[in-house]
């Protein structure tokens, strides 16, 4: 399928495994020029190898880089360059009731699932516009929607990214940014 893609520049986040090495592979396909970030470069570089066997002409980059760390979007920003499409896609929030995680473990997950999403895109919303356009994929998971007891911090961090995505989007259009929120349910 030919979605006019072709040339564009993707950067996804948490590209080295489940929904993010499907989402470079897809991109891949349409002759998107690929930039790709994970926390690890050896899967990070398997993504890339699997998507060289099936596409050899593909263009892909890798970014290993720790979202979590302090300044880590700007270190990531100043690697990657302008680009047509974001999508935000880092994080994954450990299960359990608010009494069975601890404070440590509710922040961990926060920061990498909300505070990348939002750090990406003050970032390249505003570049975005100067360019004339982009889009903006936020991944969230519908977590944010089907409240689970036994989910508690992705329950906090999907709704807000639900929020980020809405208020966001809610005027972007003039800017010619689509902004785009995906709540898929449970994957492997």
Same mark, same amino acid.
């Given at each position: ?37 994970? *926390?690890?470069?050896?899967?990070? =570089? ?9 596409? !050899? ?8 880089? =720790? ?6 979007? =700007? ?8 680009? =047509? ?16 995680? #601890? ?18 895109? *003050? ?29 508690? /911090?992705?329950?906090?961090?999907? /709704? ?10 809610? *005027? !972007? ?14 994957? #492997?």
């Amino acid at each position: 399928m030919d979605l006019c893609l072709t040339g564009k520049k993707v950067l996804i986040t948490g590209a080295s495994q489940g929904i993010g090495a499907g989402l470079a592979q897809a991109f891949a396909e349409e002759g998107c020029h690929l930039k790709l970030t994970a *926390r690890s470069l050896q899967r990070l =570089d398997n993504v890339k190898e699997q998507i060289l066997v099936k596409n !050899s002409f593909a263009n892909v980059e890798i970014f290993p880089l =720790d979202l979590t760390l302090q300044n880590a979007s =700007d270190i990531l920003v100043d690697k990657v360059g302008d680009i =047509d499409m974001l999508i935000n896609n880092a994080g994954v929030v450990q299960s359990g009731s608010i009494f069975d995680l #601890n404070e440590k473990e509710f922040k961990e997950g926060l920061e990498l699932k909300i505070f990348s999403y939002v750090n990406l895109c *003050r970032h390249y919303y505003p570049r975005m516009k100067i360019q004339g356009g982009g889009v903006i994929i936020n991944n969230i998971g519908n977590g944010g929607e089907i409240c689970d007891p036994q989910y508690f /911090s992705g329950a906090m961090a999907n /709704s807000s990214l639900m929020a980020l995505t809405k208020a966001l989007g809610s *005027r !972007s259009l003039e800017d010619n940014i689509r902004i785009i929120g995906v709540n898929p349910g449970p994957v #492997n």
